[in-house]
């Protein structure tokens, strides 16, 4: 089984995006995928490596099915992070599936 990094960092800046979107909507339309956007990415990761939720030597638990289309196999941790200043839920998910 291979896992889908990329699915889970893009998972996870959503996810802890999503506590910010009240304040996001009171702004004008956001332009995802510039450099601000990735350098906050890049900071989610690092909290994520930092409580081990990622990266090498990132706990493993025991997957549990899935269902299309997150994967045939899961792994859900459920957190808290400071980003930015901003604090919030921290849901990492990991899908699992056949390769390619």
């Not at 638990?61 to 459920?78: A, C, I, R």
Request: charged share 15%.
């Amino acid at each position: 089984m291979t896992m889908k990094l990329t699915t889970a960092k893009l998972m996870m800046a959503a996810a802890f995006g999503a506590g910010l979107a009240g304040a996001a909507m009171a702004q004008d339309a956001p332009n995802f995928g510039g450099d601000e956007d990735q350098a906050y990415a890049q900071q989610v990761w690092q909290a994520m490596v930092d409580q081990n939720l990622a990266g090498e030597g990132a706990i493993m638990s025991f997957p549990y099915p899935g269902t299309d289309p997150h994967g045939m196999m899961l792994e859900t941790f459920y957190s808290r992070a400071t980003i930015d200043g901003h604090d919030g839920a921290l849901v990492v998910k990991r899908n699992y599936g056949p390769k390619g």
